[in-house]
């Protein structure tokens, strides 16, 4: 949660008077569809726009459309002003800038809501980029994020999303992932990392870190030129195959979800270029984290998904998900099947990963599921890998090298003789427990001969139906109360009863107006308000 101090910065007065007058101009009180969303993020300013990019990354907690439409934000912001960014680098370094550098380009390489990236010269000849935080960008967000706060219940009401969208969980995560994103150090860890990690690889590589010159707001790295890896004119005229592009950066993802449990988190075609023969991976700012336990189940869901073998790929979502109510196992069985044998009535080489990944968070959503949001990211991350490359490569299937990647892995960590002694030790339990089968099928038939057998049988939605049934009971004795008053009012008029306004007696009037109260009552709960 944003600190007390912080959240007190900043004219907050203006920014809310500001923000009413984006919502009213795109008619905010009419609903809120995804097109909408993604104009008001812009109309809102950069900060806003870096909130929708990471919205546009969680499908657990906003429906894919509105998912699929923030992926279209700018990425680009008006750039600062050269001189705020000497000033910021100096401020960050203690010395002036002609002290560390020979030049600095003020014209920047890009320009986004946290930060801008600028290239530079540094004394000892080398080529590098800076990359410079916003003044004050901490101290912005914390104070929108606080307004974002305030504003959650009235959203729900007046646009009418009710339980759609769980703006609360959007902002929490939202600010958590921000206060990682401005904090430089992280990245260059997440640098180091990435390097350390693709060290024996030879066509990857990724920026270096200057961590004499790095703090928490100034990031100096190696500069790397090279082509974005969807320009194919460009790198075919190079000479660079684009079949092969695509393979080899498809299989690294795999190596770095599959082995190093530590992936790029937003792996579009901006932040990929070739140079030299390998593959750059920038802006390393956004990471996922896959522990090994999660590596395994993730492991064990695609296995699952090329056996057809619905009971495993039900028994890892329930692993890797917290279910948020009770569980229709039947229900979910039958719709993991219609899934899993929609894609297998495709060729391994044309399976849409991304596809069938939004299809299973879909599912685990419509079951009531909680991802982990490290899963979901991945998910995400996945989706965005296919779309690149389909943009510089549509030939090369993600899948395909999934698996291929996977089955190297499982030959890798074959061992004959590890799986021979369990096979034998498995072999030895399962004897000794068929041999207490007689006894156990003696006690069985004792048991039933005395009477003593016990079936606990459990009835697929059995509670609802419970509930239900109990509802609908409530409702019946309640229609026969205002059905008996309405007769008893239609007898009691035939009686002398005085006073009898309109010449029906008093007691009549009460049964009569208790009975339209019951009616009315029945009408609202079966009709307007239905139990859930």
Not at 213 to 220: A, C, D, E, K, S
Not at 486 to 496: H, K, S
Request: glycine share 6%; proline share 5%.
């Amino acid at each position: 949660m944003p600190d007390p101090s912080i959240l007190s910065a900043g004219p907050s007065g203006n920014r809310l008077t500001e923000i009413l007058g984006v919502l009213k101009k795109h008619h905010i009180t009419r609903g809120l569809q995804p097109v909408k969303l993604r104009e008001i993020l812009e109309d809102l300013g950069p900060t806003y726009v870096k909130l929708g990019q990471i919205m546009s990354m969680r499908s657990d907690i906003l429906p894919e459309a509105y998912c699929r439409e923030l992926t279209r934000l700018r990425t680009e912001v008006r750039p600062l002003p050269y001189e705020t960014i000497r000033e910021i680098i100096e401020t960050e370094l203690g010395r002036p800038v002609q002290e560390v550098f020979t030049a600095i380009e003020p014209k920047p390489l890009g320009s986004a809501s946290i930060a801008q990236v600028h290239p530079a010269l540094l004394k000892t000849g080398e080529r590098v980029v800076v990359k410079v935080q916003r003044p004050h960008i901490r101290e912005t967000m914390a104070n929108d994020i606080a307004l974002m706060r305030k504003a959650v219940t009235l959203l729900k009401f007046t646009i009418g999303t009710g339980d759609l969208i769980d703006f609360r969980m959007v902002i929490d995560e939202l600010w958590k992932t921000s206060q990682e994103e401005m904090d430089f150090l992280k990245e260059a860890a997440n640098c180091d990392r990435f390097r350390e990690n693709q060290k024996e690889i030879s066509y990857v590589t990724c920026p270096l870190v200057n961590h004499q010159l790095t703090t928490p707001h100034l990031l100096v790295m190696s500069y790397i030129d090279g082509v974005q890896i969807d320009q194919i004119p460009e790198l075919t005229g190079l000479g660079y195959d684009m079949r092969e592009i695509g393979e080899k950066a498809a299989e690294n993802y795999c190596k770095q979800i599959l082995e190093d449990g530590f992936f790029h988190a937003d792996p579009h075609p901006g932040n990929l270029r070739v140079e030299g023969g390998q593959i750059a991976w920038l802006d390393l700012g956004m990471m996922g984290q896959l522990s090994d336990h999660h590596k395994q189940l993730f492991k064990r869901a695609i296995m699952a998904v090329l056996k057809n073998d619905i009971y495993e790929l039900k028994n890892v979502l329930l692993s890797l998900g917290e279910p948020k109510e009770r569980i229709n196992h039947t229900r979910l069985y039958t719709d993991i099947d219609d899934l899993v044998s929609r894609y297998l009535t495709m060729d391994l080489g044309s399976m849409d990963l991304g596809r069938l990944i939004e299809s299973l968070l879909d599912l685990v959503k419509a079951h009531r599921i909680a991802m982990p949001s490290d899963i979901t990211l991945l998910g995400r991350s996945i989706i965005t890998m296919e779309g690149l490359l389909c943009a510089c490569s549509p030939a090369v299937n993600m899948f395909q090298i999934l698996s291929a990647h996977m089955s190297s892995l499982l030959y890798q960590d074959l061992d004959l003789k590890k799986e021979l002694g369990r096979n034998a030790r498995q072999l030895y339990l399962s004897m000794g427990k068929s041999l207490e089968i007689p006894a156990q099928l003696s006690d069985l038939l004792n048991i039933t001969k005395n009477g003593q057998t016990k079936i606990n049988l459990e009835l697929t939605d059995s509670l609802e139906m419970q509930r239900v049934f109990r509802y609908s009971t409530g409702y019946l004795a309640l229609s026969i109360l205002a059905a008996a008053l309405i007769l008893g009012a239609c007898v009691l008029c035939l009686t002398p009863i005085r006073p009898a306004p309109l010449g029906i007696p008093w007691l009549s009037w009460i049964g009569f107006g208790l009975s339209a109260c019951l009616i009315l009552y029945l009408l609202f709960r079966i009709l307007i308000r239905p139990k859930k």
